[in-house]
């Protein structure tokens, strides 16, 4: 609350994912809506595993927000974002799910897109500061954290190139969204794509970028050294989708009861790798899915828990 003619605003509601909010028309009674989420982790057998059948078992949850797993290329360690201290953050883990722990010590909002260095040793991720998103790393043993984007733009979905010399981001710095990339080490952003991108990885075998963009269904591919830009299928959407050496895996909402489809790259044909119960949820507002380079388990965001409340507040002034 502040004053209509300005000046320093006054906090009157925290931590509770409060919006909106109506005022009676006497002035002194609020009533606002809590929302209540509950995302969790869950795994299912990957690919290569020799058991493709098990159920999906929850390997990384709060009562708070966990999403955006991410498997180190080494296989040791998981990444995620959560808000379970009370902030937003990006959080390691052993494989399993054990041992979590805090790595990014600073203040900031809607902390997410975790992605690991082809070495495992850092970490780059987006987030809110006070008019736009940027992209930072930060190194997997914690510590200071790295500026790498600026601008009054908006710049998200980080992903390393290989070599680990590049990250490309999505940025709307030309108008509209589309794909980029930096240094690892800062510099100068260069565009990748012309027809639009907002979610991009490289190829394992660096001759392509394969991306999605904002709001429509279809996976698209670019050469690295750039070139014509084409759709590779029509299915699958930003923050569902994972690259692997073979195919395409994703997660398809659409479909009742939902369902884990793979593109095969050889094949150029689309199956369902694995069917889920008919209330999955998945969070379709982060990075959501992630095989892990062994191919012997893949990991999901679910939304366990979407609710909300209205809440009074008596002689809040």
Same mark, same amino acid.
Not at 4 to 27: K, V
Not at 223 to 249: K, N
Not at 304 to 311: E, I, N, V
């Given at each position: 609350?502040?004053?209509?003619?300005?000046?320093?605003?006054?906090?009157?509601?925290?931590?509770?994912?409060?919006?909106?909010?109506?005022?009676?028309?006497?002035?002194?009674?609020?009533?606002?809506?809590?929302?209540?989420?509950?995302? =969790?982790?869950?795994?299912?057998?990957?690919?290569?595993?020799?058991? %493709?059948?098990?159920?999906?078992?929850?390997?990384?949850?709060?009562?708070?927000?966990?999403? /955006?797993?991410?498997?180190?290329?080494? $296989?040791?360690?998981?990444?995620?974002?959560?808000?379970?201290?009370?902030?937003?953050?990006?959080?390691?883990?052993?494989?399993?799910?054990?041992?979590?722990?805090?790595?990014?010590?600073?203040?900031?909002?809607?902390?997410?897109?975790?992605?690991?260095?082809?070495?495992?040793?850092? #970490? /780059?991720?987006?987030?809110?500061?006070?008019? =736009?998103?940027?992209?930072?790393?930060?190194?997997?043993?914690?510590?200071?954290?790295?500026? #790498?984007?600026?601008?009054?733009?908006?710049?998200?979905?980080?992903?390393?190139?290989?070599? $680990?010399?590049?990250?490309?981001?999505?940025? =709307?710095?030309?108008?509209?969204? &589309?794909?980029? %990339?930096?240094?690892?080490?800062?510099?100068?952003?260069?565009?990748?794509?012309?027809?639009?991108?907002?979610?991009?990885?490289?190829?394992?075998?660096?001759?392509?970028?394969?991306?999605?963009? +904002?709001?429509?269904?279809?996976?698209?591919?670019?050469?690295?050294?750039?070139? *014509?830009?084409?759709?590779?299928?029509?299915?699958?959407?930003?923050?569902?989708?994972?690259?692997?050496? *073979?195919? #395409?895996?994703?997660?398809?909402?659409?479909?009742?009861?939902?369902?884990?489809?793979?593109? =095969?790259?050889?094949?150029?044909?689309? *199956?369902?790798?694995? &069917?889920?119960?008919?209330?999955?949820?998945?969070?379709?507002?982060?990075?959501?899915?992630?095989?892990?380079?062994?191919?012997?388990?893949?990991?999901?965001?679910?939304?366990?828990?979407?609710?909300?409340?209205?809440? +009074?507040?008596?002689?809040?002034?």
């Amino acid at each position: 609350m502040m004053a209509a003619s300005g000046g320093t605003a006054e906090r009157l509601i925290g931590g509770e994912n409060a919006s909106e909010i109506s005022i009676s028309r006497t002035g002194n009674r609020l009533v606002y809506e809590r929302d209540l989420f509950d995302s =969790n982790i869950w795994r299912i057998p990957g690919p290569k595993a020799l058991d %493709k059948i098990s159920a999906p078992t929850r390997v990384i949850a709060s009562t708070a927000s966990d999403g /955006a797993p991410q498997f180190s290329p080494d $296989g040791k360690k998981i990444a995620f974002s959560s808000n379970r201290s009370g902030k937003d953050a990006i959080w390691l883990c052993d494989r399993d799910g054990l041992n979590p722990a805090d790595i990014t010590s600073f203040s900031a909002r809607d902390v997410g897109s975790p992605r690991w260095s082809p070495d495992s040793q850092w #970490i /780059a991720f987006d987030s809110l500061n006070e008019s =736009n998103r940027d992209i930072y790393v930060v190194s997997a043993d914690g510590g200071a954290v790295r500026l #790498i984007t600026t601008g009054p733009f908006d710049n998200v979905r980080p992903s390393w190139s290989r070599d $680990g010399g590049w990250i490309y981001f999505g940025s =709307n710095r030309s108008g509209d969204w &589309q794909i980029w %990339k930096v240094p690892s080490n800062g510099g100068a952003a260069m565009r990748v794509t012309k027809t639009g991108g907002r979610e991009a990885f490289q190829s394992f075998d660096d001759k392509f970028v394969y991306y999605a963009k +904002l709001g429509s269904h279809g996976i698209w591919r670019v050469p690295t050294d750039g070139g *014509e830009e084409t759709q590779v299928f029509s299915e699958g959407e930003q923050g569902l989708w994972a690259l692997t050496d *073979e195919g #395409i895996y994703f997660l398809d909402e659409r479909v009742a009861p939902p369902v884990l489809k793979f593109y =095969n790259f050889a094949a150029r044909k689309t *199956e369902i790798f694995k &069917q889920f119960p008919k209330d999955t949820r998945f969070d379709e507002d982060s990075t959501s899915l992630s095989v892990s380079r062994d191919g012997q388990w893949l990991l999901y965001t679910q939304w366990d828990q979407a609710s909300s409340d209205l809440r +009074l507040m008596e002689n809040y002034r």
